[in-house]
């Protein structure tokens, strides 16, 4: 049985997983990880998604589209994709990238003797990592707390439910089982965070990817922008060549895919408070070469792991 698995949620009506998503999945099997796709709402796989997916080893599941990115990894657990695995990955496709490669961010948060962690902690309403990026270490995710928040009805929850119940609730049951959580970065460390708490992959983008931290862009960023930040057109400077990571990836999505109508738009202060944070943190950061990490206070870390 393998030791790591990551369970993946993709949302694909079309049955076709888009290329910087199928460049994601490589890169956690370069990691080592087994990788389940539960494809939501595909009532028939793409040839093309098929063939890519089993020339590197992706197990995908269709299912239909309920319950949002929970129920897809709760759909992977009852099929018992995890096995006896005992680090497990949880991941969703609502991010571009790795725009750094992620094998030294794996080696160096294993050695950091957290038992869960994330990219990104946020003290938004109550600590916690963001769930499209939650590793569980040394068989963390069995935690009874764990378990009961894990296989919750998730297909009968709104959105709203879905992030006091399951994402609010994985850290609350986190904290209950007694895990130690860590993160790349945490709203704890940063200038900004003392005073205020907001979604950093919105308000710090440019300073998380453009730095290697958190080598991550929200698709949602992009695509609807919204807080309508000024800035989200320098992407492209964030995305090095050698990376492996192709710009044009991006560019083809946010042409067919255009923005999301939004049920609850920013308001006139958000939009002022996200474009002041992003403004101040995304000054003079430049990307640091391949294999140096950054410490959680965004400061370049002495070691090189890769």
Known sequence: MPEQVCLFAA???????????????????????????????????????EQLC????????????????????????LNGCIGTASRVLLANDSVFGPLTPLK?????????????????????????????FVCFEHNSISTPPVQRTLHQNFTDMTREELIWHAELGLAIACRAGGLATKALWSDRKARTGAFLATNPMHSHWRQ?????????????????????????SDWKQLVRPSSGFKPEWIDDYLRT??????????????????????????????????????????????????
Not at 110 to 132: E, K
Not at 258 to 287: E, H, V
Request: glycine residues 8%.
């Open 257 to 306: 895919n255009p923005p999301r109508i939004k049920t609850t738009p920013s308001n006139l202060k958000g939009r002022l408070l996200y474009n002041l944070i992003d403004q101040f943190t995304g000054r003079k950061k430049r990307a640091l070469p391949s294999g140096v990490l950054q410490q959680p206070d965004g400061q370049p870390s002495p070691q090189k792991l890769f």
């Open 11 to 49: 949302y694909t009506p079309d049955g076709r997983l888009p290329p910087h998503t199928v460049y994601y999945l490589s890169e956690l099997t370069s990691c080592g990880f087994s990788v389940h796709v539960a494809l939501s709402g595909a009532e028939q796989i793409s040839d093309e998604t």
């Open 208 to 232: 998380l990817a453009g730095t290697g931290t958190v080598p991550f862009i929200k698709t949602e960023l992009l695509r609807d922008n919204p807080f309508h930040l000024k800035t989200t």
């Open 54 to 77: 089993h020339d590197i080893g992706i197990i995908l599941w269709p299912r239909p589209n309920i319950g949002h990115d929970f129920a897809s990894w709760q759909h992977l657990l």
């Open 104 to 132: 030294p961010i794996f080696r160096r948060m294993q050695s950091s003797g957290a038992d869960v962690w994330g990219m990104v902690q946020t003290r938004a309403i109550t600590p916690h990592l963001q769930s499209w």
